[in-house]
């Protein structure tokens, strides 16, 4: 008797935790936890941004407006980009509970290709931080024709300019929860070419959004 006892509060255990385990979701393009979730702001977007001290404002309409870009095709605000006063603190972005935008003048030189890095927080589905760093070593940045920055970096000093406008806006794809997609002409496919002004979302990534947000 005692035994059976046993094996039924065993049982009872179990189909619990298989109750309250949460049920994997088709990943539209997004980032998942462990689960099969999606991982996104869920109702806490829209995320609030700031701008590092770093972030010249010669560069500051170009973020504005790839965030409106997700905004007009959500059909409300995702990221609202705190202008100012810009955040003074240290230019080495690390997990402190705030969303920043950091220009980096220094870059790991194994990483040299890399046009840009948003580091993303989550706890179960939901996002809790995100931080975007643009690599200002190794690239020279332009919008609208103009350039805006150029690289530190003397040996890439020459080397093919980057659209501020569309690296940001892969970037806060990634802020938003998305993975890489390519192919079909997203915007969060892995590479950005030089001179490549990929500044409007496509269709598959429209239908990404309609899946969280």
Known sequence: MWKWLGTALVLSIALVVQACAPKSQEDCGFVQNVYGERISWKSDAPVTMQLHTSIPDSMVPAIMRAAETWERTAGRKLINIIQYPRYSGPI????????????MDTWESNRASEQGRTSVYWIGDLIKEADIRLNAYDFNF?????????????ARKSSGEVNIEALVLHEMGHVLGLKHKDGAGSVMATYLSSGDDRVNLAEVDSSALQCEY
């Open 92 to 103: 080495v972005p690390h997990k402190d509970g705030q969303n920043i935008i950091y220009l």
């Open 142 to 154: 332009y919008w609208n024709n103009q350039r805006l920055t150029t690289a530190v970096n003397p």
